[in-house]
């Protein structure tokens, strides 16, 4: 079946710093989107890629589609601790309509 | 804005018995999923529902589990009889288009002992 290898698994940064997380598969995806999970919530959607090398932003997060729809890459520029959380990346693929999720990145920003 | 609702938040059941989940997805939108995720572990897809049926399940739904949209604005997972492997939380997502943003719901925390 359809997989997202999302790397790296966990990161520890200074408040302030950028961040820079990414996810690949060996199966094309035609819609690419990425999450954010804080502890006991549901999965909070922060963008939405729907075009190969699209590259779209919402606030201080920047997020690609690549050329050939098989990776995405997430970037957060200057952190704040809010910005705490397991991020992941899901792709909508082939003929159907579900979610493929990766395994996440657990970000912690150092105040 | 907004936004996809759940209840209970919490549910514990005995081995056994039957739960029903509730969803409330987004007003305008058509497409309507279910998804769990065992603790720790990444979110799984359950279910995709469209035009009152069934798109897409995985193997995880088996003949234990059903979906219905019983009105115009809820939509529920019923798991007939609950196992322990079934704790998990489990999200309701809803879209506006076939391969458009899903939106979750904050998730309902099922506990089986």
């Known amino acids: 079946g359809q997989q997202l290898n999302q790397s790296p698994q966990s990161m520890f940064i200074q408040e302030g710093e950028d961040v820079s997380m990414n996810c690949t598969s060996s199966?094309?995806?035609?819609?690419w989107l990425w999450y954010k999970q804080d502890p006991g919530e549901g999965p909070v959607l922060l963008i939405a890629l729907y075009k190969a090398g699209e590259l779209t932003s919402n606030g201080r997060l920047t997020a690609q589609f690549g050329i050939t729809r098989k990776d995405s890459f997430l970037n957060i520029s200057a952190s704040i601790p809010s910005d705490v959380g397991i991020y992941f990346c899901?792709?909508?693929?082939?003929?159907?309509?579900?979610?493929?999720f990766g395994k996440g990145t657990l970000l912690t920003v150092n105040p | 804005e907004p936004e996809v609702t759940q209840t209970p938040s919490h549910q514990v059941t005995q081995m056994g018995q039957e739960v029903i989940l509730r969803c409330v997805p987004i007003s305008n939108h058509l497409y309507f999923y279910w998804y769990r995720q065992i603790l720790g572990q990444k979110v799984e897809f359950l279910v995709s529902f469209y035009n009152n049926e069934i798109s897409e399940k995985s193997e995880i739904f088996d003949d234990q589990f059903s979906v219905e949209r019983p009105d115009g604005s809820n939509f529920t997972l019923k798991i007939r009889s609950t196992k322990l492997e079934d704790s998990a939380m489990y999200f309701c997502a809803s879209s506006e288009t076939e391969r458009g943003g899903q939106y979750f719901g904050p998730g309902t925390r099922l506990t089986v002992t």
């Open positions: 199966s094309i995806f035609n819609t």
């Open positions: 899901a792709g909508i693929g082939g003929s159907n309509y579900k979610l493929t």
